[in-house]
């Protein structure tokens, strides 16, 4: 599904260029589960970013579904956003003027799909995700768990082949953080691709491989059952 | 998708009630001065456009060669109207009617009532050319019957009080002596207020000829001529064949050209200079269309300085809308939708307000606006506010749409530099134009003010102006009106001071054939009217009773003197064709007609007579003085109300149309500034909300209230003193112009432009002082806290 070749990422401060990135190279597998970990500024956000097309590698080959990227327009990707592609966030990222309903509604409208076929769909999920009694209410009136499983709601709706997600426990407590990841799990047996960024041992364990940041190389990349068996 | 952008653009108008009600009170002012002024427009250019002929309906207008300059007239001879049918193939139909001097007037009775009424003789074809509908008529030809007469509807209405059955009555006319009957022999509709002709009743142009010698031949001018080219006819081919038409028919116009102007295009472009149409009324409704527009450019402006204040949060939205598949297109949809709905709720608030103001507007410009929904209006109003709400929301729609989401969402400052460029250039834009305005307002006022006290030569407080219908017993007349209490002098003459009217050339002083190619202003007085206005006589004397004067004597102005290079001229006799005028007096130059004009050199013809009476009256008597003018009145003509003025009053409706566009320009200018400080007022608050911390830590440090304040607001400052450079000279350049329409005006003075630039200044600070004030005396423990 994924393949990164030698991708690199700098920013440019005056002359001088700062490396994030300076190799990496990643193959993702349809309905793999992929933890990213790695200190802070390791450059996790930046590769997921650039995994998920919202931010463009200096250098490199990414090719998603046998394509290459760099040569996708902004049409092509609202496509994928659309279709292929869902984001959770750490700050969950709620639209503030919409309830819960609507947020998880809106990536339907983009998709241009009737209303009459948007409540049932919607519906499905809020039962899911237990949040029916929530569904009238605002993004500032929920708690950060209740925002994020708002979050995931949005980014599943549409059925996506690949969920990226950010730290998406970072800013919750524990319990919160395994009703998460327990999703995630149920997810991913159900087939979606999931790449996540978290600092969480724990939280990684729910994934089937962990790719480890270094210094802009991917140091370890390695089956979660291998580390289990080598701990 | 549709309802989706409803939803969130109510519920951010709910968010930001303080930005909601600032774009709200902003662009519905900005629309109602924007429909307003389109209402007054729509009037002004649509006048006289209503005859079905218009398109092809001109105005025979004259050139006139002086030595001096050209000079431009709509009167021309009776006779020409014939000639043209005859002679000019491409003409389909011809007409003409009296000119204004010439207009019949006077009483009508039927029975015991009596009517005064004013209307104009025409040739047979009138009612062809023009499209003043006729109700009721006899036959075809009423036009051709001297002793017939077309009336209107208001007409009957005031004479008979119905408008039935009145064809084939027959009403007497009175005037002084002159008596006749005349038979009604058809009634048309009362002319429209979008017409510049209005008349009252139509008498048959022979009527004109047969009373005045001159009225029917080619060395006078009595009649406006109008013609209706063919369809096929070309406007320029003709023009140039027509220019020297006159001279083919007589030798006594060698120095007229003729030319013709689109009958309807001349209410709005009716100003000439050295034969050449230079415009009008015209500028009035290009000023005020300007007007509107920047008044509803400041309004939008409002709309993108707060969107940006807003922009952070508005980009984290669209940085998530974009990672959910929204497009460009959708967002921009979306702010778009929202700017437009915006301005819709303004325009139904908007409505109110013109419906509430109409009235004072109509007041103000002398116009009957009102609401006809008619389509075009309709669509005129729609094409406004999506305008405004399209301009508006550009700034979201188009800037803010841009960012790529991850620069949003990793919480990253993405305003740039230009952006700040971009906010500050719209505010120096905003208070750019206030500063405008108010200039223009202070200049117009000047303006208006130094021709209330410029001296003109003579004095015109307290003078009453009557006219008499006749020049019976008129000593016998003046004497009585000298004996009323009150009244310090009373002279007579024809025509009055203020008209400017009455050009002749033809003199001779040096006994030279080129000296009668100079004109004068010819106007012609009696005994006392110099005594009476007060004017001041350099040498010479003025026209009395003991030297008997008669036609052959004359006055000259300074001007005049000046021009003739004479050193004694007091006793000269000058020619005029075949006879020889004594020249008993020098004048003092005084204002003759409006200060539009340049005084110009000038004659007093003295005549014995004169139907225009001059009454100065002791201030503080003029009610017992005038209601004892009215008995003397009425005992020389009983059966004619009298009818007054005062010369000062007259003297102002001289500048009717420049004082309208002072009081108009106050409003709007006032209303600029208003919505511009509305603007500034929500954007003094945002920056003080985004600065909150700041300030907070900076309180903390030490810092004084004062301190703070200065901070905040030496950036304003900045950006209206930036307004201040730019405008000063814009506005200098405008008013500059804008005096050039007066040939006697004020000088510019640096105060003119200080006093607005400072004025703009206090009022932005007031407005951001209020709300930094607020700001910096917020407890710092609470904003640090918020975080
Ligand atoms: N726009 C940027 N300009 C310069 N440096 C950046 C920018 N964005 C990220 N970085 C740098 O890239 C590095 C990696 O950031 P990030 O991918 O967010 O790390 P992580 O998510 O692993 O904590 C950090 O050192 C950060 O300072
Ligand atoms: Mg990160």
Known sequence: MIQLRNLERYYKSGFQKSWVLKGINL???????????????????????????????????????????????????????????????????????????????????????????????????????????????????LSGGQQQLVGLARAIIGKPKLLLADEPTGNLHTKQGEEIMQLFKELHNEGMTIIQVTHSEKNAQYGDRIVHLEDGYVREDKNVNELLERN | MFRHNIILAFRNFKRNKTSFLINLIGLSTGLTCAILIYLWVSDEINVDKFHDNNDRLYQVLQNRQFPQKIATWEITPTLLVNAIKEDLPEVEAATNISSREENPRGAFSFGEKNIIAEGIYAGENFFEVFTFPIKESENQSFLKDKNSIAISESFAQKLFSTTKNVIGKTIEWTRGQNKKSFRIAAIFETPPSNSTLQFDFVWNMQLLIDADEYAGKWNGDYAKTFLVLKPDA?????????????????????????????????????????????????????????????????????????????????????????????????????FLGESILMSFLSLSVALLLVLAFLPTFNDITNKVLKFNWSFNFVITLFLITLFTGLVSGSYSAFYLSKFKPFQVLNGKQVMSFGDQWIRKGLVVFQFGLSIIFIVGVLVVQQQMEFIQTKNLGYQRDNVLNFKRPNT????????????????????????????????????????????????????????????????????????????????????????????????????????????????????????????????????????????????KIKAGEEQTAISKLEEVFQKFHPSFPFEYSFVDDDYQALYEAESRVATLSKYFSGLAIVISCLGLFGLAMFTSERRKKEIGIRKVLGSS???????????????????????????????????????????????????????????????????????????????????
Request: proline share 2%; aromatic share 12%.
């Open chain 1, 27 to 141: 193959d993702v597998k349809q309905g793999e589960f992929i933890t990213i970990m790695g200190d802070s500024g390791a450059g996790k956000s930046t590769l997921l970013q650039i995994i998920g097309m919202l931010d463009a590698a200096n250098k490199g080959e990414y090719n998603f579904f046998d394509e290459e990227v760099h040569r996708f327009n902004e049409k092509k990707r609202t496509e994928l956003y659309k279709h292929y592609i869902g984001f959770v966030f750490q700050a969950y990222h709620l639209i503030d003027d919409l309830t819960v309903y609507e947020n998880i509604e809106t990536p339907l409208i983009y998709r241009g799909i009737k209303s009459k076929e948007r409540k049932p769909m919607v519906a499905e999920l809020l039962d899911r995700f237990n949040i029916v009694a929530k569904k009238d209410l605002f993004p500032d009136q």
């Open chain 2, 234 to 334: 070309n406007f320029e081919k003709f023009n140039n064949r027509f220019a020297s038409f006159m001279n083919t028919k007589t030798d006594k116009r060698k120095k007229s050209q003729l030319f013709i102007q689109q009958f309807s295009d001349k209410y709005l472009n009716g100003k000439y200079e050295n034969g050449k149409i230079t415009g009008g009324r015209i500028s009035y409704v290009w000023l005020f269309s300007i007007i509107a527009i920047f008044i509803l450019l400041i309004a939008c402006i409002n709309f993108m300085n707060l969107s940006t204040a807003q922009a952070s949060t508005k980009m984290k939205e669209i940085g998530v809308k974009k990672t959910i598949g929204a497009d460009r297109q959708s967002l921009v949809q979306q």
């Open chain 2, 472 to 615: 019976n017993k008129s000593e016998t007349f003046l004497i009585e009106v000298k004996n009323i209490t009150g009244v310090m002098n009373a002279g007579r003459m024809w025509g009055n001071l203020l008209s400017g009217r009455g050009t002749q050339s033809g003199y001779s002083w040096r006994g030279q054939e080129d000296d009668k190619k100079y004109s004068f202003k010819s106007p012609i007085i009696g005994y006392d009217v110099i005594e009476t206005m007060d004017m001041k006589v350099l040498v010479g004397r003025t026209p009395s009773r003991e030297h008997q004067e008669d036609f052959n004597k004359i006055l000259i102005n300074e001007s005049a003197r000046k021009m003739m290079q004479l050193e004694n001229p007091v006793g000269m006799n000058i020619g005029y064709s075949d006879t020889l005028r004594e020249i008993i007096g020098v004048v003092n130059d005084f204002n003759y007609g409006s200060m539009h004009h340049k005084i110009e050199p000038l004659i007093f013809r003295v005549t014995t007579r004169g139907n225009n009476i001059l009454v």
């Open chain 2, 705 to 787: 209230v004062f301190e703070i304040v200065k901070m905040l607001t030496s950036d304003f400052t900045k950006t209206v003193f930036a307004a201040i450079l730019i405008s000063l000279p814009i506005s200098f350049f405008i008013a500059k112009k804008w005096l050039e329409n007066f040939a006697y005006n004020i000088t510019l003075t640096w105060w003119l432009f200080f006093v607005p630039a400072i004025l703009v200044l206090i009022i932005a600070w007031l407005t951001i002082g209020l709300q930094t004030i607020k700001a910096a005396r917020v407890n710092p423990v609470q904003s640090l806290k918020d975080e």
